[in-house]
């Protein structure tokens, strides 16, 4: 068997600074905008942009059940900040239309730290990730509201009002956080989510 395929949904958001960092990271990173692409990939990125506009395209593009399909059979998959939104079980705020891929024993609250100008960067510890904590980019981002017994909670904010906040976590082979590791140049997260790719390949 070769070198695992990580996937980077396209329909919309910053699918192309997730495929730089998993170029970084020595894998080969395709994006993925329709069924016959997901086929071919052994792990799945879901980026950051619009939650409800990524439901709406995921839909359109007849990607939202044989994602959820895939991820129900064991395909791992890592969502940041919209990515986190769409792999909860439970979103509060969103559109009573807006689907999400599930997955995730997570109840997330869309927007829960505001809008655009309250976008932040704040250091954020995570479990699991040596070196230091990483330089977490928030914007627009959800927060986690709470999380079932199979859901190990990696990070959380430490200062500030959202002090507490759960901002990253992992079940299984599903990964997410709040923010974007993608925008900063640290690799250590999408470095751990190609040892999770391997490990399930």
Known sequence: MGDPIIGVLALQGDFREHLTALAECDVI???????????EVDGLVIP???????SNLAINFDLMDPISDRIKRGMPA???CAGMIMLAQEVLDGRPDQRSFGGLGITVRR???GRQ???FEAPVELTGIEGGPVNAVFIRAPWVESVTD????MGRVTDGPAAGRIVAVRQGN??????HPELTGDLRLHRLFVEMVHAAS
């Open 48 to 54: 950051g942009g619009e939650s409800t506009a990524m």
């Open 117 to 119: 100008v309250d976008s």
């Open 111 to 113: 927007n829960a730290f």
């Open 150 to 153: 199979e859901v190990e909670v």
């Open 174 to 179: 599903l990964l997410a956080t709040s923010f």
């Open 29 to 39: 990173a395709r994006p993925v905008r329709r069924p016959s692409e997901l086929d």
């Open 78 to 80: 890592y969502g940041t």
